[in-house]
DNA sequence: TGCGAATTCATACGAACGGGTGACACCGCG
DNA sequence: CGCGGTGTCACCCGTTCGTATGAATTCGCA
């Protein structure tokens, strides 16, 4: 209950609710057609009642311990253990670059994209004009194939060329 | 459209259960009652089964909820987690989003930017107009301090909102 | 049940962005 | 020396983005 994003979601609650109706469709049915062939002669009542208790009883049982959710609490604890993973210092491969024939131009004002500046604060930032960090950008863009600055900076981040 | 990610209030969740509880209470009666205008001379037991197997199948529930004795077990699990490359296996913290006031939404919409996707594609993406998707972004905008898109992304990241 | 926050949508306008083209200069290399 | 790659700059045009404003609806909570 405290739980807000239990796993039980709505979906399994529905898949409950219609295994249930199902079930017992399924069962009343094969019953029916069970008595008809095998026990209409006598007192087939009390055998059908009876099977019927059990059945139903036992199918009862598991719901009630299967639909509230398993009574366990999974705590998982995570422990973190940090190797040294990438340099701290972001290194410049000229390696990467290169793969991607991307220049050393183009790569400093991707790493200025990523900082959130606009062309102008770029272009202020490397004394150049505007239109050459368009121009820049826009052959940037053709390199790594995207379409929007916030996209090449998602390219760039996950092929390593820039932290 | 309720994808998995809205939190689908408790209040949804009753909605629907007593929704499918309801039509099969419907369904089952109504069989009943077909059953007994045609057959209740003949078939009356068969009334009986059904009555029997609800009867005990609410007392199969009841008993699987409370005769069976549940005891809560609190399974720890301890994992380590290798961190290689990428900093942390990123968990939305909610801490971190009240903390700038940021709504699930908004950072919803902060992370799609970051994947270099525009307005219109995370309008596509959510189910919401482009129009709802700049309203959005504009008050990210306020709540970070950011200007551009590409800014906002730049302080979520750096603020730890967004891996 | 009422209220504030959150979400949704719309319109309009200016700013920023991206594509396309053309141009000029520099440098290294064959 | 020509040639390709790079860097620089300019213009135009269409698209996208961001802001402002207003409004309706739903949600969560007291």
Redesign the pocket.
Known sequence: MPLPDAPTSRWTLLRHALLYGGLGGVLIVSLQLIEYRYLVVTHSFEIYGGLIAIIFASLGIWLGLTLTGRPERIVVQEIEVRVPAEPVVFSPDPARRDAM?V????LEILGL?ADG?????I?DR??????????????L??KLG???????IHVGKASGLIP
């Open positions: 024939g220049t050393k131009r183009e994209m500046l606009s062309n102008k604060e272009a490397i004394f150049v004009s505007e239109n050459t960090v368009k121009t820049h950008s826009s052959r863009f053709d995207a379409r929007r600055r916030t996209q090449a």
